[in-house]
Protein backbone atom coordinates (compact mmCIF):
# COMPACT_ATOMS: atom_id res chain seq x y z
CA UNK A 1 0.00 0.00 0.00
CA UNK A 2 2.93 2.70 0.93
CA UNK A 3 4.76 1.73 -2.49
CA UNK A 4 1.53 2.63 -4.53
CA UNK A 5 1.00 5.88 -2.41
CA UNK A 6 4.65 6.57 -3.24
CA UNK A 7 3.95 6.09 -6.57
CA UNK A 8 1.03 8.33 -7.01
CA UNK A 9 2.41 11.20 -5.53
CA UNK A 10 5.82 10.46 -7.85
CA UNK A 11 3.18 11.26 -10.79
CA UNK A 12 1.30 14.03 -8.70
CA UNK A 13 4.95 15.71 -8.29
CA UNK A 14 5.25 17.32 -11.94
CA UNK A 15 1.67 19.10 -11.64
CA UNK A 16 2.16 19.87 -7.97
CA UNK A 17 5.58 21.36 -8.85
CA UNK A 18 3.99 23.43 -11.94
CA UNK A 19 0.85 24.83 -9.91
CA UNK A 20 3.78 25.40 -6.90
CA UNK A 21 6.14 27.85 -9.40
CA UNK A 22 3.34 29.34 -11.36
CA UNK A 23 0.36 29.79 -9.00
CA UNK A 24 1.49 29.65 -5.09
CA UNK A 25 4.78 31.58 -5.64
CA UNK A 26 3.58 33.94 -7.63
CA UNK A 27 0.67 34.51 -4.95
CA UNK A 28 2.92 34.81 -2.19
CA UNK A 29 5.02 36.89 -4.40
CA UNK A 30 2.09 39.46 -4.72
CA UNK A 31 1.24 39.69 -1.29
CA UNK A 32 4.76 40.68 -0.23
CA UNK A 33 4.93 43.19 -2.95
CA UNK A 34 1.43 44.74 -1.57
CA UNK A 35 3.42 45.49 1.96
CA UNK A 36 6.20 46.99 0.38
CA UNK A 37 5.61 50.75 0.99
CA UNK A 38 7.20 52.80 -1.32
CA UNK A 39 8.32 50.28 -3.56
CA UNK A 40 10.73 51.41 -6.46
CA UNK A 41 11.37 49.00 -8.82
CA UNK A 42 14.42 50.23 -10.61
CA UNK A 43 16.12 50.27 -7.21
CA UNK A 44 14.18 47.49 -5.61
CA UNK A 45 14.15 49.51 -2.55
CA UNK A 46 11.34 50.27 -0.12
CA UNK A 47 11.13 52.08 2.95
CA UNK A 48 8.69 50.52 5.50
CA UNK A 49 6.20 47.56 5.51
CA UNK A 50 2.81 47.62 6.48
CA UNK A 51 -0.82 48.23 5.00
CA UNK A 52 -0.60 51.72 3.24
CA UNK A 53 -1.13 50.48 -0.18
CA UNK A 54 -4.39 48.55 0.70
CA UNK A 55 -5.23 51.84 2.21
CA UNK A 56 -4.41 53.80 -0.70
CA UNK A 57 -5.80 51.73 -3.28
CA UNK A 58 -9.30 51.71 -1.41
CA UNK A 59 -9.18 55.40 -1.47
CA UNK A 60 -8.17 55.46 -4.70
CA UNK A 61 -11.32 57.25 -6.79
CA UNK A 62 -10.11 55.25 -9.97
CA UNK A 63 -10.09 52.03 -8.07
CA UNK A 64 -13.81 52.13 -6.52
CA UNK A 65 -15.21 53.50 -9.93
CA UNK A 66 -13.58 50.08 -11.30
CA UNK A 67 -15.06 48.35 -8.60
CA UNK A 68 -17.90 49.56 -9.41
CA UNK A 69 -17.64 48.78 -13.42
CA UNK A 70 -16.75 45.09 -12.46
CA UNK A 71 -19.67 44.57 -9.98
CA UNK A 72 -22.52 46.09 -12.66
CA UNK A 73 -20.90 43.93 -15.35
CA UNK A 74 -20.92 40.44 -13.08
CA UNK A 75 -23.84 41.39 -11.58
CA UNK A 76 -25.76 41.99 -15.25
CA UNK A 77 -23.79 39.46 -17.56
CA UNK A 78 -23.27 36.45 -15.67
CA UNK A 79 -27.44 35.65 -14.89
CA UNK A 80 -28.41 37.17 -18.61
CA UNK A 81 -25.95 34.99 -20.14
CA UNK A 82 -26.53 32.18 -18.61
CA UNK A 83 -30.25 32.39 -18.59
CA UNK A 84 -30.08 33.38 -22.59
CA UNK A 85 -27.97 30.51 -23.37
CA UNK A 86 -29.74 27.84 -21.50
CA UNK A 87 -32.94 28.90 -23.41
CA UNK A 88 -31.26 28.82 -26.61
CA UNK A 89 -29.73 25.20 -25.69
CA UNK A 90 -32.94 23.98 -24.60
CA UNK A 91 -35.05 24.99 -28.55
CA UNK A 92 -31.65 23.50 -29.88
CA UNK A 93 -31.77 20.21 -28.01
CA UNK A 94 -35.36 20.16 -29.28
CA UNK A 95 -34.36 20.43 -32.69
CA UNK A 96 -33.09 17.14 -34.40
CA UNK A 97 -32.85 18.94 -38.10
CA UNK A 98 -29.34 20.72 -38.87
CA UNK A 99 -28.84 21.29 -35.32
CA UNK A 100 -25.02 20.42 -35.29
CA UNK A 101 -25.21 23.32 -38.06
CA UNK A 102 -26.74 25.99 -35.59
CA UNK A 103 -24.62 24.57 -32.97
CA UNK A 104 -21.48 25.64 -35.23
CA UNK A 105 -22.95 29.33 -36.17
CA UNK A 106 -23.15 29.79 -32.71
CA UNK A 107 -20.47 29.13 -31.35
CA UNK A 108 -18.75 31.40 -34.17
CA UNK A 109 -18.26 34.41 -32.03
CA UNK A 110 -16.24 32.52 -29.27
CA UNK A 111 -13.28 31.82 -31.70
CA UNK A 112 -13.75 35.41 -33.29
CA UNK A 113 -11.12 37.16 -32.08
CA UNK A 114 -11.96 39.49 -29.24
CA UNK A 115 -10.91 42.91 -30.57
CA UNK A 116 -12.30 42.27 -34.12
CA UNK A 117 -15.57 41.80 -32.05
CA UNK A 118 -15.06 44.46 -30.66
CA UNK A 119 -14.64 46.98 -33.65
CA UNK A 120 -17.97 45.40 -35.15
CA UNK A 121 -19.35 47.04 -31.83
CA UNK A 122 -18.36 50.35 -32.64
CA UNK A 123 -19.29 50.42 -35.69
CA UNK A 124 -22.50 49.76 -34.66
CA UNK A 125 -23.28 51.59 -31.55
CA UNK A 126 -20.49 54.26 -32.30
CA UNK A 127 -21.73 57.80 -33.30
CA UNK A 128 -19.48 59.56 -36.45
CA UNK A 129 -19.50 63.10 -38.33
CA UNK A 130 -21.10 61.11 -41.21
CA UNK A 131 -23.33 58.28 -39.48
CA UNK A 132 -24.76 57.48 -36.23
CA UNK A 133 -24.35 54.31 -36.59
CA UNK A 134 -26.63 50.85 -37.21
CA UNK A 135 -28.18 50.95 -33.75
CA UNK A 136 -28.89 54.31 -33.90
CA UNK A 137 -30.38 54.19 -36.89
CA UNK A 138 -33.19 51.81 -35.98
CA UNK A 139 -33.88 54.07 -32.51
CA UNK A 140 -34.55 56.52 -35.20
CA UNK A 141 -37.03 54.33 -36.86
CA UNK A 142 -39.26 53.92 -34.22
CA UNK A 143 -39.05 57.72 -33.15
CA UNK A 144 -35.99 57.79 -30.97
CA UNK A 145 -33.49 60.07 -29.95
CA UNK A 146 -30.23 59.44 -31.37
CA UNK A 147 -27.33 58.03 -28.31
CA UNK A 148 -23.60 58.50 -27.82
CA UNK A 149 -23.32 54.64 -26.62
CA UNK A 150 -19.34 55.13 -26.85
CA UNK A 151 -18.61 58.85 -25.97
CA UNK A 152 -22.11 59.37 -24.21
CA UNK A 153 -23.37 59.39 -20.57
CA UNK A 154 -22.14 56.34 -18.28
CA UNK A 155 -25.75 54.38 -18.69
CA UNK A 156 -25.21 54.03 -22.84
CA UNK A 157 -21.06 53.07 -22.46
CA UNK A 158 -22.38 50.53 -19.42
CA UNK A 159 -25.09 48.93 -21.78
CA UNK A 160 -22.44 48.63 -24.60
CA UNK A 161 -20.40 47.04 -22.64
CA UNK A 162 -22.97 44.41 -20.62
CA UNK A 163 -24.23 43.69 -24.46
CA UNK A 164 -20.53 42.96 -25.71
CA UNK A 165 -19.81 40.73 -22.54
CA UNK A 166 -22.77 38.93 -23.25
CA UNK A 167 -22.22 37.94 -26.42
CA UNK A 168 -19.02 37.31 -26.21
CA UNK A 169 -19.68 34.61 -23.72
CA UNK A 170 -22.34 33.15 -25.39
CA UNK A 171 -21.47 30.72 -27.55
CA UNK A 172 -19.76 28.42 -25.09
CA UNK A 173 -22.08 28.62 -22.61
CA UNK A 174 -24.88 27.11 -25.60
CA UNK A 175 -22.23 25.31 -26.71
CA UNK A 176 -21.72 23.16 -22.94
CA UNK A 177 -25.50 23.68 -22.15
CA UNK A 178 -26.10 21.65 -25.30
CA UNK A 179 -24.04 18.82 -24.40
CA UNK A 180 -25.41 18.58 -20.54
CA UNK A 181 -29.17 18.80 -22.20
CA UNK A 182 -28.26 15.78 -24.40
CA UNK A 183 -26.76 13.79 -21.94
CA UNK A 184 -29.83 13.31 -20.07
CA UNK A 185 -30.91 10.39 -19.60
CA UNK A 186 -34.31 10.31 -22.03
CA UNK A 187 -36.39 7.33 -19.62
CA UNK A 188 -36.61 10.21 -17.54
CA UNK A 189 -38.96 12.33 -20.09
CA UNK A 190 -40.40 8.93 -20.95
CA UNK A 191 -41.61 8.16 -17.37
CA UNK A 192 -42.84 11.68 -16.90
CA UNK A 193 -44.93 11.42 -20.36
CA UNK A 194 -46.49 8.43 -18.76
CA UNK A 195 -47.63 10.74 -15.59
CA UNK A 196 -48.62 13.21 -17.70
CA UNK A 197 -46.28 15.73 -16.38
CA UNK A 198 -46.20 18.93 -17.85
CA UNK A 199 -43.09 20.14 -19.90
CA UNK A 200 -42.62 23.49 -17.59
CA UNK A 201 -42.74 21.12 -14.29
CA UNK A 202 -40.90 18.05 -16.48
CA UNK A 203 -38.06 20.88 -16.63
CA UNK A 204 -37.68 22.41 -13.41
CA UNK A 205 -37.76 18.68 -11.94
CA UNK A 206 -36.00 16.38 -14.52
CA UNK A 207 -33.94 18.48 -17.03
CA UNK A 208 -32.54 21.87 -14.22
CA UNK A 209 -31.49 19.00 -11.62
CA UNK A 210 -29.70 16.69 -14.29
CA UNK A 211 -27.74 19.69 -15.76
CA UNK A 212 -27.09 21.40 -12.07
CA UNK A 213 -23.67 20.71 -12.04
CA UNK A 214 -22.91 21.81 -15.51
CA UNK A 215 -24.60 25.30 -14.71
CA UNK A 216 -22.84 25.72 -11.43
CA UNK A 217 -20.21 25.18 -13.27
CA UNK A 218 -20.95 27.95 -15.88
CA UNK A 219 -21.81 30.43 -13.16
CA UNK A 220 -18.47 30.05 -11.45
CA UNK A 221 -16.58 30.49 -14.40
CA UNK A 222 -19.02 33.25 -15.42
CA UNK A 223 -18.27 35.05 -11.93
CA UNK A 224 -14.61 34.42 -12.39
CA UNK A 225 -14.31 35.60 -16.01
CA UNK A 226 -16.03 38.69 -15.34
CA UNK A 227 -13.90 39.84 -12.66
CA UNK A 228 -11.20 39.32 -14.55
CA UNK A 229 -12.71 41.53 -17.58
CA UNK A 230 -10.66 43.54 -19.51
CA UNK A 231 -10.09 43.32 -23.36
CA UNK A 232 -13.95 43.63 -23.60
CA UNK A 233 -13.51 47.67 -22.46
CA UNK A 234 -10.18 48.25 -24.33
CA UNK A 235 -11.77 46.75 -27.26
CA UNK A 236 -14.73 49.54 -26.99
CA UNK A 237 -13.55 52.07 -25.35
CA UNK A 238 -9.48 52.58 -26.13
CA UNK A 239 -6.52 52.37 -23.29
CA UNK A 240 -7.32 55.25 -21.88
CA UNK A 241 -10.33 54.19 -19.83
CA UNK A 242 -10.44 55.93 -17.20
CA UNK A 243 -11.12 59.14 -18.79
CA UNK A 244 -14.16 57.18 -20.16
CA UNK A 245 -15.10 55.95 -16.55
CA UNK A 246 -15.21 52.83 -17.82
CA UNK A 247 -12.48 51.19 -16.43
CA UNK A 248 -11.97 47.66 -14.51
CA UNK A 249 -10.58 46.27 -11.59
CA UNK A 250 -7.93 44.29 -14.19
CA UNK A 251 -7.57 47.59 -16.26
CA UNK A 252 -6.93 49.12 -12.47
CA UNK A 253 -4.06 46.53 -11.76
CA UNK A 254 -2.51 46.57 -15.43
CA UNK A 255 -2.45 50.74 -15.42
CA UNK A 256 -0.64 50.52 -12.23
CA UNK A 257 1.71 48.26 -13.35
CA UNK A 258 2.67 49.52 -17.06
CA UNK A 259 0.24 52.24 -17.82
CA UNK A 260 0.76 55.83 -18.63
CA UNK A 261 0.55 57.19 -14.87
CA UNK A 262 2.18 53.22 -13.98
CA UNK A 263 5.13 52.30 -12.22
CA UNK A 264 3.52 51.39 -9.34
CA UNK A 265 4.19 47.67 -8.73
CA UNK A 266 3.10 48.04 -5.09
CA UNK A 267 -0.32 49.35 -5.78
CA UNK A 268 -0.81 47.35 -8.26
CA UNK A 269 -0.32 43.82 -6.44
CA UNK A 270 -2.65 45.61 -3.22
CA UNK A 271 -5.37 45.69 -5.67
CA UNK A 272 -4.85 42.01 -7.09
CA UNK A 273 -4.64 40.55 -3.47
CA UNK A 274 -8.45 42.77 -3.14
CA UNK A 275 -9.49 41.22 -6.31
CA UNK A 276 -8.26 38.00 -5.35
CA UNK A 277 -10.01 38.11 -1.70
CA UNK A 278 -13.53 39.46 -3.71
CA UNK A 279 -13.10 35.93 -6.07
CA UNK A 280 -12.33 33.67 -3.35
CA UNK A 281 -15.26 34.90 -1.44
CA UNK A 282 -17.42 34.52 -4.33
CA UNK A 283 -16.45 31.33 -5.41
CA UNK A 284 -16.78 30.25 -1.77
CA UNK A 285 -20.54 31.20 -1.14
CA UNK A 286 -21.30 30.01 -4.17
CA UNK A 287 -19.50 26.53 -3.58
CA UNK A 288 -21.88 26.78 -0.23
CA UNK A 289 -24.93 27.21 -2.04
CA UNK A 290 -24.34 24.52 -4.74
CA UNK A 291 -24.53 21.89 -1.87
CA UNK A 292 -28.35 22.43 -1.45
CA UNK A 293 -29.22 22.97 -5.34
CA UNK A 294 -26.52 21.08 -6.99
CA UNK A 295 -27.70 17.47 -7.57
CA UNK A 296 -24.22 15.45 -8.32
Same mark, same amino acid.
Given at each position: ?60 ? !? ?44 ? $? ?9 ? $? ?9 ? !? ?9 ? /? ?15 ? /? ?9 ? *? ?10 ? $??? *? ?70 ? /? ?6 ? !? ?13 ? *? ?15 ? !?
Amino acid at each position: MEKRNNKAWFYLLPAMLFLGFFMVYPLIDVFIYSLEEGYNSASQTFFGVGSYNYSFVLHDP !YFLQAVKNTFILVIFTVPLSTGIALLISTGLNSIKALKNLFQTIYF $LPYVTNTLAVG $LVFMILFNKTE !YTDGLVNLIIR /MFGGNSIDFIDGPYWAK /MFVLCFYTIWV *VMPFKVLTLTSA $LAS *VNPQYYDAAKVDGTSKFRTFTKITLPMISPMLFYLIITGFIGAFKAYSDAVALFGTNLNAAEMNTIVGYIYD /MLYGDSGG !YPSFASAAAIILFAI *VLTITCINSLISKRYVH !Y
